[in-house]
């Protein structure tokens, strides 16, 4: 029997080439595999935002490497194939294959003399190729397309970028001394409420210094608008909830005062002094705390003792309704208040330059355009109304525009009034009236209270571009006659 | 170099030599037709036959002779012909009567008992008596009555056809067709063979060929063939290309899907790898390679193929359809084979 010679040198070459055969298989692998995710890439970049699209890229790519591992390692590599690879590369004629697979026990012993030849004559032969000559190492056709696919991506990202809009500019020095001026008065108004409204929840007063603070900042005129306009939204939607917590207050208070007891008070609630009405209530139910006393001293009868007793708690219910009614009104007074130097702020803002959208910045109802110098020049003027907002109610409309008062508008002032500067267009109407010179069957007050609640309701709910905002305030200002004027018997009201 | 290997490589180099000088022996009488020799003598140390198709005058008839005058046997040739019956080739039992006029029945052998036959024009006799020739083929052996007759070893048929002429012959059966290892066809020689061949045939030098090698040492070759291993995958191959002549299987090209009717048996595979083995041994090699197996694989298979009526109608030549096999089956299938 024929010893067999060794084939471990022909096995140690063949796991040599088998490694470096795994290593080429991981780049093919990975570059077929980057490729097809690339183009995978292309396509979603189009529909996700640039930072997706780099998270995914960074992902693919660890996918890519993945995959490429897992074609590297976990598929097998057939040793027969690779010595067979090597045999054809080195032209050698299967004799490294041949001599893997051709084992002992060949039947006769020439046989067995074969295969050792074969054994002998592969070990000899070793070591005339290395993996890179027996796989191509060249660069896979999917990666000599990779650029594709790669730029690719790179469009939608670019198309993305070129259509960011430019950083806002910086505030002029015009808007941000305007800016500065509304953060001092926000928190003189929240300082002064403050110390008025100490037992009350002071969220509201917070907002309003959060805000003040937040103008301080280096902030555009764009955001400060939104600032302003998100703070309004919240107050007036606090103001809703006090407006229906104190409907429901005054309806309870109402019941309460029925009875004689609050007759000299109910006047005073009706007109909403809830301050004075408590006191009277106080006052009535001193005197009948002294009542009581007196009745008890004397012995009078239990009934007796019994109605004074439940007068005086339904009093003391009543002036606990009455406070509440006070504090809330003080509340829903600086909420109000609040709005209003919101509004006004947020309307001289917007007449300022750097507002986003040239039809706002250069729409003026009525007013041409202003040059530049001519802006910076009533900066001054402008800074002014900011810093005393409250004691300039309204400017009255544009004579230049509407004309007198009383003057029906003819079709050429119509088209004049259309917006002359603006690249959008917008109409306008008039609502004429007949007037028979009759009294009107509404209370004055009661009916510009119902206007102006309706008129900052419309202006609250941010439908108007805010440009128009304080034109269309002054509008209702307008109306509101001063004390000269008011007719008699109309009362004060809020 | 072991001790253990040095008889097996002197062997094996013995026999390239032997293998060299006999076709080499053969081509002093034969110009060109270099691998037609070749194959012959594969043929030869295949232990198998071979089948020779050419128009006339190509030399077949002088190539065999030629093979036979290089090796040391008994050669016998047989012009099959329409009215040859089988006894002209196995011979028959004739009565003879000896000295003493006691009459007694003799086997009289026929000219099949040689060791190298020329079946000339074999398509030309009758089923039957190609069938009688075609026995003593497959069986190395001669039936009589009730007696077998052994024939002598090397037993070795050349068969040829002439390709034109097909009226009045008798194209052999698919199933007879088998028996030989190898269908070799024989094309024109180029320009320069040709007037060599004129040179050779029509002046006065005209070289013949010399006996070279014994019949002992022939089977002695024929036995180192069988001895020459084989690798599995090596194995594998032929029989993928084996399979692949059939339609419809998995490895089978569109062409043989289209074309052919019936593929290779496992005769072919066996044909290919002795061919194979004859092939490496040839070349000093210790082991058969897949381009030993592709190299036999038309000689081989060509005749086992049966083409459908597309395929005949189409003029599609087997050649043809082994050449879409070839190309189609891998040398090696990866994951197919036992790593080591």
């Given at each position: 029997m024929t010893n067999l010679p060794s084939i471990e040198p022909v096995r140690s070459e063949v796991r040599t080439l088998a490694t470096g055969r795994r290593k080429i298989r991981f780049f093919r692998v990975l570059g077929s595999a980057v490729f097809v995710l690339a183009v995978v890439l292309a396509v979603v970049a189009w529909f996700v935002t640039t930072s997706t699209t780099g998270w995914l890229a960074l992902g693919f790519l660890a996918a890519g490497v993945l995959i490429a591992i897992g074609g590297a390692l976990?598929?097998?590599?057939?040793?027969?194939?690779?010595?067979?690879?090597?045999?054809?590369?080195?032209?050698?004629?299967?004799?490294?294959s041949s001599s893997l697979e051709l084992q002992q026990g060949a039947e006769a012993p020439l046989g067995q003399a074969f295969v050792a030849a074969v054994r002998e004559d592969a070990a000899a032969a070793t070591g005339k190729a290395r993996s890179r000559d027996l796989y191509p190492t060249s660069t896979p056709r999917e990666v000599k397309w990779l650029p594709a696919p790669v730029l690719a991506v790179l469009v939608p990202i670019f198309v993305d970028w070129s259509n960011e809009e430019p950083p806002p500019p910086p505030p002029a020095p015009i808007v941000r001394a305007a800016l500065d001026e509304s953060a001092a008065w926000l928190e003189e108004l929240a300082n002064r409420a403050e110390d008025a409204l100490a037992d009350l929840r002071l969220e509201s007063i917070q907002k309003v210094k959060n805000l003040s603070d937040a103008l301080k900042e280096k902030i555009s005129k764009r955001d400060a608008m939104a600032e302003l306009a998100r703070l309004a939204s919240q107050l007036d939607k606090e103001r809703k909830d006090l407006e229906s917590r104190r409907m429901e207050l005054e309806k309870n208070a109402a019941k309460l005062a029925r009875g004689e007891d609050a007759k000299d008070a109910r006047r005073d609630m009706d007109a909403g002094r809830y301050r004075e009405a408590a006191n009277k209530i106080k006052k009535k139910l001193a005197k009948l705390e002294e009542e009581l006393a007196e009745k008890l001293r004397k012995k009078a009868g239990k009934m007796e003792i019994e109605k004074i007793k439940k007068r005086i708690a339904k009093l003391k219910e009543l002036l606990a309704e009455l406070e509440k009614l006070d504090a809330l009104g003080q509340e829903l007074g600086f909420l109000v208040e609040t709005l209003e130097a919101l509004d006004r702020i947020e309307g001289q803002l917007g007449e300022l330059g750097e507002f986003d959208g040239e039809e706002f910045d250069e729409a003026q109802l009525g007013r041409m355009r202003r040059p530049r110098n001519a802006q910076q020049q009533d900066g001054q003027q402008q800074r002014r109304l900011l810093v005393m907002p409250s004691s300039e109610a309204g400017k009255g409309?544009?004579?230049?525009?509407?004309?007198?008062?009383?003057?029906?508008?003819?079709?050429?002032?119509?088209?004049?009034?259309?917006?002359?500067?603006?690249?959008?267009k917008s109409t306008f109407g008039q609502v004429k009236t007949a007037n028979d010179g009759s009294r009107s069957r509404t209370a004055f007050q009661e009916a510009l209270m119902a206007a102006k609640r309706d008129a900052d309701d419309v202006i609250y709910r941010q439908n108007i571009p805010v440009g128009y905002r304080n034109y269309i305030r002054r509008y209702f200002e307008i109306m509101q006659p001063d004390d000269r004027t008011r007719p008699a018997g109309s009362g004060e009201g809020r | 170099m072991s001790e253990e290997t040095t008889e097996v490589r002197q062997k094996v180099e013995q026999f390239r030599t032997d293998f060299d000088k006999l076709c080499t022996e053969i081509g002093k009488e034969i110009v060109g037709y270099r691998d037609l020799i070749r194959l012959i003598v594969t043929g030869l140390f295949g232990r198998g036959h071979v089948l020779l198709e050419g128009v006339p005058g190509l030399g077949k008839t002088m190539t065999v002779r030629a093979l036979s005058s290089a090796i040391h046997t008994e050669f016998s040739r047989i012009q099959f012909t329409p009215d040859l019956m089988p006894a002209d080739i196995v011979g028959t039992t004739v009565v003879v009567q000896g000295d003493d006029g006691h009459k007694e029945f003799r086997f009289e052998r026929g000219p099949v008992f040689a060791n190298v036959i020329l079946a000339d024009e074999i398509n030309r006799a009758t089923p039957k008596t190609q069938s009688a020739l075609l026995e003593a083929m497959q069986e190395h052996s001669v039936t009589v009555g009730s007696n077998t007759h052994s024939l002598d070893e090397p037993f070795f048929v050349l068969g040829t056809q002439n390709p034109l002429e097909m009226e009045g012959t008798y194209p052999l059966p698919e199933a007879q067709l088998d028996r030989f290892l190898f269908k070799v066809l024989i094309d024109y020689l180029d320009e320069d063979s040709l007037v060599e061949v004129i040179d050779r045939t029509t002046g006065s030098n005209n070289p013949k060929a010399e006996p070279v090698l014994s019949k002992e040492r022939i089977l002695e070759m024929i036995d180192l063939v069988r001895a020459v291993p084989i690798a599995d995958h090596v194995k594998r191959y032929a029989v993928r290309i084996a399979r692949a002549t059939h339609p419809h299987s998995d490895v089978a090209p569109n062409q043989v899907n289209q074309f052919v009717k019936f593929g290779s048996s496992p005769r072919g595979i066996q044909?290919?790898?002795?061919?194979?083995?004859?092939?490496?041994?040839?070349?000093?090699?210790?082991?058969?390679?897949?381009?030993?197996?592709?190299?036999?694989?038309?000689?081989?298979?060509?005749?086992?193929?049966i083409l459908n009526f597309e395929g005949e109608a189409e003029d599609i030549k087997t050649d043809d359809v082994m050449d879409a096999v070839l190309q189609a089956v891998p040398e090696i299938k990866e994951g197919q084979t036992a790593n080591a």
């Amino acid at each position: 029997m024929t010893n067999l010679p060794s084939i471990e040198p022909v096995r140690s070459e063949v796991r040599t080439l088998a490694t470096g055969r795994r290593k080429i298989r991981f780049f093919r692998v990975l570059g077929s595999a980057v490729f097809v995710l690339a183009v995978v890439l292309a396509v979603v970049a189009w529909f996700v935002t640039t930072s997706t699209t780099g998270w995914l890229a960074l992902g693919f790519l660890a996918a890519g490497v993945l995959i490429a591992i897992g074609g590297a390692l976990l598929l097998p590599v057939d040793h027969i194939a690779v010595a067979k690879r090597y045999d054809d590369a080195v032209g050698t004629k299967d004799l490294l294959s041949s001599s893997l697979e051709l084992q002992q026990g060949a039947e006769a012993p020439l046989g067995q003399a074969f295969v050792a030849a074969v054994r002998e004559d592969a070990a000899a032969a070793t070591g005339k190729a290395r993996s890179r000559d027996l796989y191509p190492t060249s660069t896979p056709r999917e990666v000599k397309w990779l650029p594709a696919p790669v730029l690719a991506v790179l469009v939608p990202i670019f198309v993305d970028w070129s259509n960011e809009e430019p950083p806002p500019p910086p505030p002029a020095p015009i808007v941000r001394a305007a800016l500065d001026e509304s953060a001092a008065w926000l928190e003189e108004l929240a300082n002064r409420a403050e110390d008025a409204l100490a037992d009350l929840r002071l969220e509201s007063i917070q907002k309003v210094k959060n805000l003040s603070d937040a103008l301080k900042e280096k902030i555009s005129k764009r955001d400060a608008m939104a600032e302003l306009a998100r703070l309004a939204s919240q107050l007036d939607k606090e103001r809703k909830d006090l407006e229906s917590r104190r409907m429901e207050l005054e309806k309870n208070a109402a019941k309460l005062a029925r009875g004689e007891d609050a007759k000299d008070a109910r006047r005073d609630m009706d007109a909403g002094r809830y301050r004075e009405a408590a006191n009277k209530i106080k006052k009535k139910l001193a005197k009948l705390e002294e009542e009581l006393a007196e009745k008890l001293r004397k012995k009078a009868g239990k009934m007796e003792i019994e109605k004074i007793k439940k007068r005086i708690a339904k009093l003391k219910e009543l002036l606990a309704e009455l406070e509440k009614l006070d504090a809330l009104g003080q509340e829903l007074g600086f909420l109000v208040e609040t709005l209003e130097a919101l509004d006004r702020i947020e309307g001289q803002l917007g007449e300022l330059g750097e507002f986003d959208g040239e039809e706002f910045d250069e729409a003026q109802l009525g007013r041409m355009r202003r040059p530049r110098n001519a802006q910076q020049q009533d900066g001054q003027q402008q800074r002014r109304l900011l810093v005393m907002p409250s004691s300039e109610a309204g400017k009255g409309h544009s004579k230049k525009v509407l004309g007198g008062a009383k003057r029906a508008l003819s079709d050429g002032d119509e088209n004049e009034a259309r917006l002359r500067e603006g690249k959008g267009k917008s109409t306008f109407g008039q609502v004429k009236t007949a007037n028979d010179g009759s009294r009107s069957r509404t209370a004055f007050q009661e009916a510009l209270m119902a206007a102006k609640r309706d008129a900052d309701d419309v202006i609250y709910r941010q439908n108007i571009p805010v440009g128009y905002r304080n034109y269309i305030r002054r509008y209702f200002e307008i109306m509101q006659p001063d004390d000269r004027t008011r007719p008699a018997g109309s009362g004060e009201g809020r | 170099m072991s001790e253990e290997t040095t008889e097996v490589r002197q062997k094996v180099e013995q026999f390239r030599t032997d293998f060299d000088k006999l076709c080499t022996e053969i081509g002093k009488e034969i110009v060109g037709y270099r691998d037609l020799i070749r194959l012959i003598v594969t043929g030869l140390f295949g232990r198998g036959h071979v089948l020779l198709e050419g128009v006339p005058g190509l030399g077949k008839t002088m190539t065999v002779r030629a093979l036979s005058s290089a090796i040391h046997t008994e050669f016998s040739r047989i012009q099959f012909t329409p009215d040859l019956m089988p006894a002209d080739i196995v011979g028959t039992t004739v009565v003879v009567q000896g000295d003493d006029g006691h009459k007694e029945f003799r086997f009289e052998r026929g000219p099949v008992f040689a060791n190298v036959i020329l079946a000339d024009e074999i398509n030309r006799a009758t089923p039957k008596t190609q069938s009688a020739l075609l026995e003593a083929m497959q069986e190395h052996s001669v039936t009589v009555g009730s007696n077998t007759h052994s024939l002598d070893e090397p037993f070795f048929v050349l068969g040829t056809q002439n390709p034109l002429e097909m009226e009045g012959t008798y194209p052999l059966p698919e199933a007879q067709l088998d028996r030989f290892l190898f269908k070799v066809l024989i094309d024109y020689l180029d320009e320069d063979s040709l007037v060599e061949v004129i040179d050779r045939t029509t002046g006065s030098n005209n070289p013949k060929a010399e006996p070279v090698l014994s019949k002992e040492r022939i089977l002695e070759m024929i036995d180192l063939v069988r001895a020459v291993p084989i690798a599995d995958h090596v194995k594998r191959y032929a029989v993928r290309i084996a399979r692949a002549t059939h339609p419809h299987s998995d490895v089978a090209p569109n062409q043989v899907n289209q074309f052919v009717k019936f593929g290779s048996s496992p005769r072919g595979i066996q044909a290919m790898i002795i061919g194979a083995k004859v092939r490496a041994l040839s070349e000093g090699r210790y082991h058969v390679a897949c381009e030993d197996v592709s190299e036999m694989a038309k000689p081989a298979l060509r005749h086992r193929l049966i083409l459908n009526f597309e395929g005949e109608a189409e003029d599609i030549k087997t050649d043809d359809v082994m050449d879409a096999v070839l190309q189609a089956v891998p040398e090696i299938k990866e994951g197919q084979t036992a790593n080591a």
